[in-house]
């Protein structure tokens, strides 16, 4: 609740109002049964048919006092808690995308989505019933107790006997199942991760007919959390047998003497009705702390693993913006020993890397499956810092940049060709508001795209569907090219951006951007044709440089560069 505070300063009135109005209904319900008592001692007892509709119109009052009461308290908790709800989830989701690949490696994407989903629900119930119930219940059950006190000093034992017997059960069952609800949240994110992967890769499951071991897969899941919600079930399905039983003895022994006390003329046949509506709200509110300290202890693991977020400092950090400066005399990019391993990993995946790419030049990337080529350009984009060695870009050093300075010196076309649902005109500018019609019309031409835009329904205005289902392969990534391209980048990465290409457009893309002037491209590509005419090019093997240099002298020097190219040409 402490790191809590801070997203409930906003809502303070909200908390500070809504216990108080639950306050005036828990009045309202502890004066009910007085007056009830009377309208049988007095009014009934008596005949006296105006007391008795006097009381009963002032119960009816009462009533209506805390309904209106209840109403307003529910009111001003789902109003904090859904907005300190969407405020959690805003500040989860700009800490995630403030962190670095490798953090978010780390934390994993389905346990991000439960956190950002189920757990925050569990702390927005945790909050709205803290102000319905937090203040509420204590108050009845003091208020019950002190109630019978005042009605009988003798009868009110068993109210103490029954609230310390009940609460003693209360504690060793919540004891028992708290531990659980941890592991509860964990197996949820194991569900997530499963259905996350076979949405994603539902068209491969299919291919290779895997259908029954997915589903198997998703049954052991399901059946996991199944196991602990069934262990969980059992230890609090004693609770209600266990203080029904503790409250119907309680009853029954203030029936049985208060039997001998009426007898006696002791005490008045509506007390005891009072008394065992007070015991009945005693027992009530015992079910809501049962319920509270549930959902409290809920609250507090989904607590722990949202503010984990929260609580991770970005690795990727700003540096120092007055260093950057124009430098016409230096390379543009420049590798100096770097080498790299992923997070957990054993081996490093770059290993000692130096290269130099001169500015307006082209350079090539190949190199076999797992050999590093997408990590080279993930550093270069510093999506992750190096281990050892330094990145230059125009001299600088990759981390001396602001980040924001950085990414928009850099356009990037990753493997997988994402859009989002949006128009085309919305997915080329990505929020950004310096780009202009003329800059759209550009890149829509050196990416090939202008055409087949043009001829789409609405032009720049069609609807993309998520992920681009309305669009063909080819089609998706010649509009990451044209996105990458309409911010007028000083370095182009493309990471095996032409494979759903044909030949000719492929042809025609490079020669377009071979016009461009003042442009650094780097091109990642399994297909040596895609390079061939690179002004260098740059082979890989298990990490480490096997080649550097033109495709002749490649075809000349390395014999891994002459494999692939054999391989593909026959």
Known sequence: MVKLSSFLKKYKLHIIWGPFFKLIEAVFELIIPIYMANVIDIGIANRDKEYIVKMGALIVLFAIGGLTAAVGCQYLAAKASQ????????????????LSYRQIDTLGTSSLITRITNDVNNLQNAIAMTIRLAIRAPFLLIGSVIMSVMIDARMSIIFLIAVVVISLVLFLLITKASPMFTRRQTKLDKISLLARENLDGSRVIRAFSKQKNEINRFENAGGNLLDIDVAIAKILAFLNPLTYIVVDFSIIAILWIGAFQINSGLLLQGKILALINYMMQILMVLFIVAMLVMLFTRASAASKRIFEILNIEPDILDGDTKVITKNETVNKVEFQN????????????????????????????????????????????????????????????VKDYK?????????????????????????????????????????????QSYDFVSKLNGGLNFKIERDGKNLSGGQKQRLTIARALVGNPEILILDDSSSALDA??????????????????????QKFSSIRFADKILVLDDGKIAGLGTHEELLENCNLYKEIYNSQVG
Do not use: W
């Open 83 to 98: 907005g300190v709800g969407v405020d959690l989830r805003k500040a989860v989701f700009e800490r995630v995308n403030c």
């Open 338 to 397: 770097v080498s790299f391993t992923y997070e957990h990993g054993e081996d490093d995946v770059l290993k000692d890397i130096s290269i130099t790419i001169k500015k307006n030049e082209t350079l090539g990337i190949i190199g076999g499956t797992g050999s590093g080529k997408s990590t080279f350009i993930n550093l270069l984009s510093r999506f992750y810092d190096v281990c050892k060695g330094k990145i230059l870009i125009d001299g600088i050093d």
């Open 504 to 525: 000719n457009t492929d042809a025609n893309l490079r020669k377009e951007l071979g016009k461009i002037s003042g442009i650094t491209v780097i091109i990642i590509s």
């Open 403 to 447: 980040v924001s300075d950085l990414r928009e010196k850099i356009g990037i076309v990753p493997q997988k060709a994402i859009l989002f649902s949006g128009t085309v005109e919305e997915n080329l500018k990505m929020g950004r508001k310096d780009i202009t019609k003329e800059d759209i019309e550009r890149a829509l031409k050196i990416s």
